[in-house]
């Protein structure tokens, strides 16, 4: 099944208690193609400028990433720089710079307006409507913000929210946005702003999916070696919408697979600084972490 993906390419200068590393490639949409190409094709909408290597597009269409949606501008490249301490669940912003990305309008390519999975990774929520617009008879459309957008633009995400099916953020925003400190409780109220499904990313903690009758808890994996969590927000959603393209089932079973299939590139995306880790994942690396994490949460019924 088609996949659409709108967001960020960017370069990212990370430091983290375990490294660091400068100028390594990140973005929304950059990390959730990588992971989601796993699962199925993927159809990029994004911008960078001209300083943005070719050897790494050339590596994104390697892995089936169609990126006819790409535009290429005069200019430098999104940059990002963020530190993180200990609590490796948030990280500081220390420098950010727009540059071609201040200006992106995205247009989506003919060929990609009948996509039937759409995904509108971290942007302006104006922005994420005019993207829900140019598609046709989409089966799924999900979306992801953050804080910037819930404190200087909430009512046009709330509009935004109200156009989607589906919303993939962290618990921190779930409860800013809904102004309940209480997960569940926030979680209802936004799905009374229109999503019939709300995933909420809790880190290391795991994910929760809750529908208006349903809720959902994926365990988090321990793991022994993490070096920079940047990109693991973006690799969850692509691997979950990936796995839930790829089946095109949208019963409970399936939607609970996919956070699982989520989590799991998620867990390997922190192992690396920038995507390294997922340049070199195997399938039969993704199965058996699929494995591991069934085994974490198996118990019998009494």
Do not use: H
């Not at 200990?86 to 071609?100: E, G, I, K, P």
Request: aromatic share 10%.
């Amino acid at each position: 099944m088609s996949l659409l993906v709108v967001g960020s390419m960017a370069f990212d200068s990370v430091k983290t208690p375990f490294g660091e590393r400068e100028g390594a490639i990140g973005g929304s949409a950059t990390y959730f193609s990588v992971s989601a190409s796993y699962f199925t094709e993927v159809r990029l909408v994004a911008i960078v400028g001209s300083d943005f290597p070719q050897s790494e597009l050339d590596f994104l269409a390697e892995r089936s990433v169609d990126l006819a949606g790409l535009e290429r501008s005069e200019g430098e490249t999104f940059k990002w720089k963020g530190e993180y301490g200990f609590d490796l669940n948030t990280a500081r912003t220390l420098d950010t710079q727009l540059n071609v990305f201040q200006d992106f309008r995205p247009q989506v390519p003919d060929a990609f307006s009948e996509s039937e999975y759409v995904f509108l990774a971290n942007i302006d929520p104006e922005l994420q409507a005019s993207v829900v617009e140019q598609v046709k008879s989409p089966r799924l459309v999900a979306c992801d913000t953050m804080n910037f957008w819930i404190e200087g633009k909430r009512d046009e995400l709330v509009k935004t929210f109200g156009m989607v099916d589906m919303v993939v953020i962290n618990e921190g925003e779930v409860r800013e946005l809904a102004g309940e400190s209480n997960v569940l409780k926030a979680s209802r109220k936004i799905i009374e702003m229109g999503p019939s499904t709300l995933v909420v990313k809790q880190g290391e903690y795991g994910a929760l999916l809750i529908q208006k009758d349903s809720v959902f808890s994926a365990p988090g994996l321990l793991l022994e070696d993490i070096y920079d969590p940047t990109g693991a927000g973006d690799t969850f959603a692509g691997g979950f919408m990936g796995y839930l393209s790829s089946e095109e089932d949208m019963s409970d079973a399936s939607l609970r697979r996919a956070v699982i299939f989520g989590s799991v590139m998620a867990s390997f995306n922190v192992e690396s600084f920038s995507y390294d880790r997922l340049r070199v994942l195997t399938q039969t690396e993704i199965e058996t972490r699929y494995r591991q994490f069934s085994d974490l949460a198996s118990f019998d019924r009494i």
